[in-house]
């Protein structure tokens, strides 16, 4: 079945980097666009990236353009999110998605805290 991992989270002190993985298995990772969800505490999950099939597209929400870059590698099955000038708000559990045959399949999430 499709399944999706991710990994790379952590505490960051505002400014600071970090780039999340998510690796893919279950279907033709080279055929789907990838996406990059979070969702802070009492707020909704919200779309942060996407990059289409081949990578030749991507696009950022308008909160984190600039800052941060999604790219992936089909030969390894897995899409990154290079985090860059990390902002207190940018706090979040990010969650790796794909869509695939109509149905969302979501990873167990994986943890941003930004503080000093």
């Known amino acids: 079945q499709v399944q999706v991992v991710e990994s790379g989270g952590g505490l960051v002190q505002p400014g600071g980097s970090l780039r999340l993985s998510c690796v893919a298995s279950?279907?033709?990772?080279?055929?789907?666009?990838m996406n990059w969800y979070r969702q802070a505490p009492g707020k909704e999950r919200e779309l942060v990236a996407t990059i289409t099939s081949a990578g030749e597209t991507t696009n950022l929400a308008a909160s984190v353009k600039g800052r941060f870059t999604i790219s992936r590698d089909n030969a390894k099955n897995t899409v990154y999110l290079q985090m860059n000038s990390l902002k207190p708000e940018d706090t979040a559990v990010y969650y790796c998605?794909?869509?695939?045959?109509?149905?969302?399949?979501w990873g167990q999430g994986t943890q941003v805290t930004v503080s000093s």
């Open positions: 998605n794909v869509v695939v045959g109509f149905k969302y399949s």
């Open positions: 279950g279907f033709v990772f080279s055929w789907y666009d």
